[in-house]
């Protein structure tokens, strides 16, 4: 066995809150000083970075995961990790459906940008992406699991667009398996306030927006000796 260093929540120059300097190249570059073995791309309703990020990541020996961080139509981030790149751009294309499509104003939420894996800027997305779609929580856990995803509730511990702050406890349903904390030191308090959390696992990523915000691995796990890390890790989550 071989243990791994993960970060499974990133978001690239896609995300409008992420710094244009968060190029897909730029964050796997990071990843690989930061000392991380396998991380997810989870762009705000799209994977349209993943492939860019796929192409840099093995350039860097980083096993990439494509993901999303999806909005529910409550406003709650769920993360949504796929087993591959092929499965993530067609969850992507169905994602693409569900969304509420307002222009973006970049000079107020920022730029959109889709790049290749050598910095060049390659598309804009039009459309706001960080809005709610139209998918209310179970349904919007039920597609990720349809299409084969990890999905979970994203930074459990925080305020704005976390699971508990929106609904006021965890909820019975839909049945999530694991659940992102921001802060490891909030485990323990969270756990005994809302006891539906004991049975999950718990999972962290940066949630970067920036190459800075990349921290040292600070998450692993312990994976077979051989075969791809990243299938492995997905695995691994998908058993939990
Ligand atoms: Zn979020
Ligand atoms: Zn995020």
Redesign the pocket.
Known sequence: MRRVYCDL?LHSCLSPCGDDSMTPAMAAGMLKLAGIDVAALTD?NTVGNCPAFFKACLEYGVAPIAGM?L?TAEDI?LVCLMRSLEAAMEFGREIDRRRVKIRNKPQFFGNQLIMDEEDNVVGNEEYLL?NATTLALTEAFELAESFGAVCYP??VD?V???IIAVLGDMPHEPAFRHVEFRDTGNIQAYTEKYPRLAGMMPLFGS?AHSPEGICDASFSVEIPDVGSAAEAVFDLLREA
């Open positions: 929540h705000h961080e909005t981030h960080p994203a930074h925080r704005s667009n976390g949630d």
